[in-house]
């Protein structure tokens, strides 16, 4: 079970988080990953290894609390001006990021940290909140489209697996090529 409770937005907990969530990140860009430690963490954040303990459980859920934050998206997703445009330029960016080094590593600490599949639910939300805006520009611009599940089943789905399961090399081709069989 999941060590962290439910918190309330600003305040100490925030604070908490954002300096523990800093000290990872700069942590990790100085020594590297294998080198984190919970009170090594700690010591930048300025806080107690008991705190982390307390709200995180132990390393792995943090460094899956700080993955699924890094995975959250930072913008909407370019308007280009059509659906199909606005898609492929999206899918494109998506497939860069998630099947880069970081970005695998990224998706493996944010699901190894997960017991009860709530990150796993929260990137795939975030995937899903970026193919809406995708698909609302559309209906706004009179374009027929698919529903957001049939993208997420036809593209984001199979990106995914060949991310998490077929590591290789995944080019541009592939996701204009999910796109092709998407739209017909």
């Not at 998506?94 to 699901?111: K, V």
């Not at 993208?151 to 092709?180: Q, S």
């Amino acid at each position: 079970m999941s060590r962290k409770p439910m918190t309330r937005p600003g305040g100490r907990s925030a604070r908490v988080q954002e300096s523990v969530h800093t000290a990872v990140r700069e942590l990790e860009a100085e020594s590297g990953r294998a080198s984190l430690t919970v009170p090594l963490i700690a010591a930048r954040a300025g806080v107690t290894p008991s705190t982390i303990y307390r709200r995180w459980g132990d390393l792995h859920e943090l460094l899956s609390d700080v993955a699924v934050q890094r995975l959250r998206p930072e913008a909407p997703p370019e308007d280009r001006g059509n659906f199909k445009a606005d898609l492929t330029t999206w899918a494109e960016q998506f497939l860069d990021e998630m099947s880069s080094p970081p970005g695998r590593a990224y998706i493996r600490d944010a699901l190894l940290g997960d017991q009860n599949g709530d990150n796993a639910g929260q990137c795939s939300a975030f995937a899903a909140e970026q193919v809406e805006v995708i698909l609302a520009r559309a209906a706004g611009r009179g374009e027929p489209a698919p529903d957001v599940e049939t993208v997420l089943d036809r593209v984001v789905a199979p990106m995914m697996y060949r991310i998490l399961f077929r590591p290789g090399p995944l080019g541009h081709a592939y996701a204009r090529r999910l796109l092709a069989e998407l739209l017909g």
